[in-house]
C-alpha cells in the first residue's frame, strides 16, 4: 500500500505544478507533437495531444504509475484476490469477458461464467425467435427491464448505443425510477399476454427495484394472467438466487451473477440479457470480445501506451495538480446518449471516496465529478461555461470515424459532428488572445473603437486540457473496448489515490433510512 503523497514521482509533480507552464497554444505547436501523443487499440484511438503534458510531466505521470504499485494491483484484480478489502471479494468483472479458455481467475469460474452466459444467450435467442412464449401460448413482443443503478444504467446505454441493431420483433423496455408514471408510461400501451418482465438486481433487496416489480405483477394479473401462471412473464436475474425464490421466481428464468461482480460492473454479465434479446446473443458475445481486447491491452501494453492508464495519469494531472474538480465527457454519437450517466455511475460510485485502502482519511482529492452528454447539444448549452467561464476543467470528447445510418444524407450529416467535435477542441485548446480578437473585430469591419470595447468580451483564455477518443465505428466490439477503457481508468486512478474503487458505503446510509422510515409507517 503506498500513500500518493509518500511517492517521490507525488513531489516532483507538485514542484512541476508550480512552475510556469506553457500554455497549450505553444504545446501545440511541437512538431509531431500529435503523432507522439497518439495510440491506438480495439478500434480506438486516443489522442491526448491537447492535455497539458510536458515531456517532464509525462514522466514524472508514468513514474507515479510505476510507484504507486498500480501493475501489482491489476494483477491481483485479474488473478482474483480479494481486492474489495471492505467487502472481503475478489473483483472480476473481468471474467466475465474470459473467452474460451480460462484466465487467471481459474477454471472453476470460467466454467461458471460460459455456464450462466450460455442460459442467457439461449434464451435471448429464444425470445427473439418467438419459441420463448407467456402463459397464453402467445411469443413475446415487449420486453420490460426492472432495475436501477448498475441493474439498469450499462444494458439500458448498451441498448441505446447498438440500436442499429435492435430486433423489430421484440422491443425492449427500461424502467428504474419507483413513480409510477415510469412504470405507467411503459405499460400503457402494452399487451400484458405479450409482455415479459425481467428483474434484476443483484441483492434482490432494493426497494425501488421491488416496488416496481410488485406493481408489474399485479398489473399482470389486472390484464388477465391467471395468478398461477405470473412467473411465466417474470424473469429473475440476481446474485442472491434465494431472495428472488422466496418471492415466487422460477428457477429455471432466473439468471445467475455472482457477488464478485459489483452492479456498476455487471453489465457483462446475465445482467445483459435484455441487451442480448435486444441486439442478438451473438452481438451481445462480440461486446464480450471488444471488452476482453481492451483486458488484453490493459494487462499487456507498457504504461507509456497503455490507454486506460493513460488517460488516468492525466486525469491524476488535470484533478490533483491542475486543481480541475471536474471532468466533462462529450459525446458525439447521438447513440451514445447515455454514455455519460453510465460513466458517472462507474466513475463516482467507483473513485467518490475520502477514505484510504487502510481507513485514514485520503490527503489527496479523489474521484472527479463526472458530467456532460452529447457534444453537439452541449455546444449550445453549456460550452459557454467551458469556453469563457471561471471553472477549468478537462473535457474527453468521444467520436465515432464512421457512419452507417442508412439515411441520403448521412454522410453530410456526419461530416457535420465530426468537424464541430475538431472545431470544439482545438478551439479550447488554443483560445484566442485579445490582440487577435481586436484584430479579427478590424478585418470583419468594426471601427477602432468598437474593436476595442468587444474585444474582451470575444477572447478566449483556452489552454482547456481535452482527450478526444475516436472509435473506428460504433459496433458491439468497440463500445465493449470503451466501456472496459473507462472501468480501467477508474481502476488505475482508484490504485494512485489508495482508494477501494469497488465498495459503495456512500449509498448504504440513504437506503436504510428509507427503511427506517417505511418502517416507522413514512
Ligand atoms: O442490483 P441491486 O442490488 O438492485 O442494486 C442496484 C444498485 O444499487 C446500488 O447499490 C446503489 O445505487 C448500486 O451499486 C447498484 O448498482
Known amino acids: 500500500m503506498s500513500l500518493p503523497t509518500a511517492l517521490p514521482a507525488w513531489h516532483s509533480l507538485d514542484r512541476l505544478a508550480t512552475q510556469a507552464q506553457p500554455h497549450l497554444r505553444e504545446l501545440l505547436a511541437e512538431p509531431g507533437r500529435a503523432e507522439r501523443l ?118 439500458r446505454m448498451a441498448a441505446d448505443a447498438l440500436a442499429h441493431l435492435a430486433s423489430d420483433a421484440v422491443r425492449v423496455h427500461y424502467v428504474s425510477n419507483p413513480d409510477a408514471w415510469a412504470l405507467w408510461s411503459v405499460l400503457r400501451g402494452l399487451d400484458a399476454r405479450r409482455t415479459l418482465f425481467i428483474v434484476s438486481s443483484k441483492t434482490f433487496t432494493t426497494q425501488e427495484t421491488l416496488t416496481n416489480a410488485a406493481s408489474a405483477r399485479h398489473w399482470l394479473a389486472d390484464n388477465g394472467v391467471p395468478a398461477d401462471a405470473i412467473a411465466k412473464h417474470l424473469v429473475a436475474i440476481t446474485a442472491t438466487p434465494a431472495k428472488s425464490a422466496e418471492l415466487g421466481y422460477d428457477p429455471e428464468r432466473t439468471f445467475l451473477f455472482w457477488d464478485w461482480v ?174 487577435e480578437t481586436e484584430a479579427q473585430l478590424l478585418q470583419d469591419g468594426a471601427d477602432a473603437e468598437t474593436a476595442h470595447a468587444l474585444a474582451p468580451h470575444r477572447q478566449f483564455p483556452g489552454d482547456i486540457p481535452s482527450h478526444i477518443l475516436w472509435l473506428d465505428r460504433l459496433d458491439p466490439e468497440r463500445l465493449g473496448a470503451l466501456i472496459a477503457l473507462y472501468e480501467h481508468k477508474v481502476f488505475c486512478q482508484a490504485a494512485i489515490w489508495n482508494i477501494n474503487a469497488f465498495d459503495q458505503w456512500g449509498v448504504e446510509l440513504g437506503k436504510t433510512m428509507a427503511k427506517a422510515l417505511e418502517r416507522a409507517g413514512g
Not at 109 to 125: K, M, N, S, Y
Not at 379 to 403: C, K, N
Open 38 to 155: 497518439t495510440w491506438s487499440t480495439a478500434g480506438l484511438t486516443l489522442d491526448a495531444s491537447r492535455q497539458r503534458l510536458t515531456p517532464a510531466i509525462e514522466q514524472a505521470l508514468l513514474e507515479l504509475a510505476a510507484q504507486s504499485g498500480l501493475a501489482d494491483r491489476r494483477e491481483a484484480m485479474f488473478r482474483g484476490d480479494a481486492i474489495n478489502t471492505t467487502e472481503d471479494r475478489p473483483v472480476l468483472h473481468v471474467a466475465l469477458r474470459g473467452g474460451e479458455s480460462g484466465g487467471p481467475w481459474g477454471n472453476q469460474i470460467h466454467a461458471q461464467v460460459q455456464r450462466e452466459l450460455d442460459r442467457v444467450c439461449r434464451f435471448a435467442e429464444e425470445v427473439r425467435a418467438g419459441t420463448a412464449r407467456g402463459h397464453a401460448n402467445d411469443a413475446f413482443t415487449d420486453v420490460v427491464n426492472i432495475g436501477i443503478g448498475g441493474s439498469d444504467l450499462g444494458p
Open 262 to 435: 459489483g452492479g456498476r460492473y455487471s453489465l457483462w454479465s446475465s445482467l445483459g440479457l435484455p441487451l442480448a434479446i435486444g441486439i442478438g446473443a451473438a452481438a451481445f458475445r462480440q461486446l464480450l470480445a471488444g471488452g476482453r481486447a481492451m483486458d488484453e491491452h490493459f494487462q499487456h501494453a507498457p504504461l507509456a501506451e497503455n490507454l486506460p492508464v493513460r488517460l488516468a495519469l492525466h486525469g491524476v494531472w488535470n484533478r490533483n495538480f491542475l486543481r480541475m474538480p471536474t471532468q466533462l465527457i462529450a459525446s458525439y454519437a447521438s447513440r451514445l446518449v447515455r454514455f455519460v450517466p453510465f460513466v458517472q455511475q462507474m466513475d463516482m460510485e467507483s473513485n467518490g471516496k475520502r477514505m484510504q485502502l487502510d481507513g485514514t482519511e485520503a490527503a489527496v482529492d479523489t474521484g472527479p465529478i463526472v458530467w456532460g452528454g452529447l457534444g453537439i447539444d452541449g455546444q449550445h448549452a453549456y460550452f459557454q461555461l467551458v469556453h469563457q467561464g471561471r471553472h477549468a476543467l478537462p473535457v474527453d470528447f468521444i467520436g465515432v470515424q464512421s457512419e452507417d445510418t442508412p439515411l441520403p444524407l448521412a454522410g453530410a450529416h456526419h461530416a457535420v459532428v465530426n468537424l464541430n467535435l475538431r472545431a470544439q477542441a482545438q478551439a479550447m485548446a488554443l483560445g484566442r488572445t485579445l490582440q
